[in-house]
């Protein structure tokens, strides 16, 4: 079983209109009450990247952010 997963937000986790899936909202939320981390990676600011982080729900002392290319 996976306790990781990273994700690139530009490209890979948002689509060419920089909107998230239903279908990656779903998979990323199965994976985290699975027990998986789930890690976003961007190049953008950390403020670049708060209201993606909000609709994910990804905001906890148990979340990690890598911005600023990490």
């Known amino acids: 079983m996976y ?3 990273a994700l690139d937000m530009d490209g890979t986790l ?8 239903e279908e990656n909202k ?5 994976a985290r009450e699975a027990g998986v981390t ?3 990676a961007s190049g953008r600011p950390l403020e ?3 209201d993606k982080l909000d609709e994910l729900n ?4 148990k979340d ?3 911005y600023y290319n990490g």
Do not use: E, H, W, Y
């Open 38 to 40: 789930v890690v976003l």
């Open 26 to 30: 779903q998979a990323i939320t199965k």
């Open 3 to 5: 306790k990781l997963i």
């Open 48 to 50: 670049g990247m708060q």
């Open 58 to 61: 990804i905001n906890s002392d």
């Open 14 to 21: 948002l689509n060419s209109d920089k909107v998230i899936s």
């Open 64 to 66: 990690f952010v890598l």
